[in-house]
């Protein structure tokens, strides 16, 4: 069974945009009749990640693959990296400005869902060069 | 499914600012003319609003439809004293709605009061807890957002509560047989028409039919111009009044952290967020299908901010909290749903996931042959829509006036299609 692939460009800065590629994702996991909860934890990772890219990573881009069995979502960036991982799992841990902290975003708890909604996730990250995302979720 | 949106066909042109303006994608151009996709169809009134022909009503009975009871009795929404601006107080308007017929009257106002006071405490799903206080609502969230069918509040609505108490207390009192009393809803909007046949929380309908405010109306002007000097006082307090308009059942519920959306567009996009895991600080969410909630309903006649207006000054002399009059308060044992609200799964495009799969990719290879902009002159809202269509078997590829000069090649575009740097 072949595998449908979805990408979404995710734009810095834009915080008004973020969420597009979410709900364009979750009419497309609807109509491939995907249980609800899936939808909704894949939903979840989805804008977290891109509001990652969107704040931290000047924009990335957004890959999901779905299989019989699973979903892979994939957040690509090229933003300076995580230095410290081990930090940045951490609940309400973040290094976003006062500016978008302003705005309601920063509270240091992206990754933390991200890890908390996914089966599986992996970051592959190097500081200067930027930051892959990829989580696993099963379809039961 | 019983819709309430009906398509006149000898006054549709079929043009394609109604399948434009469908927010679930639910109409089509068939043969020149509208068709609605009923398993897709919310009743939300959008395309009667848009339609520039007029040609999309909602089935309403015509009010002689009562005659066929001796026994009648009216349940008001409260949109309909926001009508008459300084013309009537809600005095006069129940007078008047009296003397067209009926001998009871049980306001949704009222009820609405009362089932506030005690759907508190009764909801315990998932917060935020979302309003069931708009059937279109409703059924959007069967549709689209099975996850958030925990949320809604399992209350039934205030027009079905009150014809509840209606039927109970009239038949205490006349000694009739509960069937031999006709209790009509008169409504804003179609989705509350269709909520009178088919109530989504009830396992069956508590109304008997619904007449539209739109040609209440009309006969109300009429009959309360002889004014027979007849005066009767609401049942219904200032904050029953208020759930005609966004944001007055948050007002009565005392609800804190609240938000009230109002227009389908709106609210589709707040189901998203909350679908998403945002908007953790809200705890009560009410959401409005029309604009400015009911007084925005598509068989009104005023416009809504002009009646929000009116049914604030009306309600100014009220208390907050009305009397139990005509017998709403008498001793109720449930207000919850007695049928849960299920998925109604009509996006998916097969029930066997594989197959689902195998036609979402041959959509996706039709969609992008197809030149994306989206014309609706094959009668679909917009290219993917029509891929599915095809795909679906509703529609096929010589459809597509970009097919059809060159069978399965996408032809150049027509000249007023054509940038001028393609020329």
Request: hydrophobic letters at 40%; proline letters at 5%.
């Amino acid at each position: 069974m072949e595998t449908i692939k979805l990408r979404y460009p995710v734009e810095g800065g834009d915080f008004i945009g973020a969420g597009e590629a979410s709900s364009q994702m979750k009419m497309t996991l609807k109509k491939l009749g995907l249980p609800s909860d899936v939808v909704r934890r894949a939903a979840i990772c989805m804008y977290e990640g891109e509001i990652n890219m969107v704040i931290h990573a000047d924009g990335g881009s957004a890959e999901v693959e779905v299989d019989l069995d699973q979903i892979t979502l994939r957040m690509i960036d090229h933003g300076p990296g995580i230095p410290n991982l081990g930090k940045a799992m951490e609940e309400g841990f973040s290094t976003a400005g006062p500016e978008v902290r302003s705005l309601g975003f920063g509270a240091g708890m992206g990754l933390p869902n991200m890890k908390r909604y996914s089966d599986a996730m992996e970051i592959d990250t190097q500081v200067g060069r930027g930051t892959t995302v990829t989580m696993r979720i099963r379809i039961g | 499914m019983e819709h309430s949106v009906h398509i006149d066909l000898a006054r549709c042109r079929g043009c394609t600012t109604c399948i434009k303006n469908c927010p679930t994608e639910a109409i089509r151009v068939r043969d020149g003319q509208a068709a609605i996709l009923a398993d897709r169809c919310i009743d939300c009134g959008s395309c009667i609003r848009v339609c520039p022909h007029r040609a999309i009503h909602p089935a309403v009975e015509p009010l002689k439809g009562m005659e066929r009871f001796a026994c009648r009795v009216a349940v008001p929404d409260p949109a309909l004293y926001g009508q008459f601006g300084q013309m009537a107080d809600i005095g006069q308007i129940l007078a008047g709605i009296k003397q067209l017929g009926f001998q009871y009257i049980f306001e949704s106002a009222r009820s609405a009061e009362l089932l506030a006071r005690h759907a508190r405490g009764k909801c315990e799903g998932p917060l935020p807890r979302i309003s069931s206080s708009c059937p279109a609502v409703l059924r959007l969230i069967r549709l689209r957002f099975p996850h958030l069918i925990d949320h809604v509040e399992p209350v039934m609505l205030p027009m079905e509560f009150a014809a509840i108490q209606a039927r109970r207390a009239v038949a205490e009192e006349t000694g009739l047989a509960p069937e031999e009393i006709g209790v009509f809803a008169i409504v804003p909007c179609a989705a509350k028409v269709t909520a009178v046949r088919r109530p989504e929380g009830l396992a069956q309908p508590v109304l008997d039919g619904a007449f539209s405010i739109q040609e209440l109306c009309l006969e109300l002007v009429r009959t309360m111009a002889q004014d027979q000097g007849e005066h009767l006082d609401t049942a219904a307090g200032s904050s029953g009044i208020f759930t005609a308009f966004a944001g007055g059942e948050s007002a009565l519920r005392g609800e804190r952290a609240s938000l009230a959306v109002d227009g389908i567009r709106n609210v589709i996009e707040m189901l998203e967020e909350i679908e998403d895991g945002r908007q953790s600080g809200v705890e009560f969410l009410e959401l409005w299908a029309c604009t400015q909630g009911c007084v925005g309903g598509c068989l009104n006649v005023e416009n809504p901010y002009v009646a929000r207006l009116h049914l604030s000054a009306l309600a100014a002399a009220l208390p907050g909290e009305g009397g139990g009059s005509m017998g709403a308060d008498q001793e109720w044992d449930d207000v919850t749903f007695t049928r849960t609200l299920q998925y109604s799964p009509a996006f998916r495009l097969d029930e066997d996931r594989a197959a689902a799969m195998e036609k979402y990719r041959r959509i996706d290879v039709l969609a992008e042959q197809l030149p994306g902009l989206h014309c609706g002159a094959c009668g679909a809202p917009n290219c993917r829509a029509f891929a599915e269509d095809v795909v679906q078997g509703r529609a096929s590829e010589g459809d597509c006036i970009f097919f059809q000069q060159e069978e399965n090649q996408p032809a150049g575009l027509p000249p007023s299609f054509l940038r001028r740097e393609d020329q």
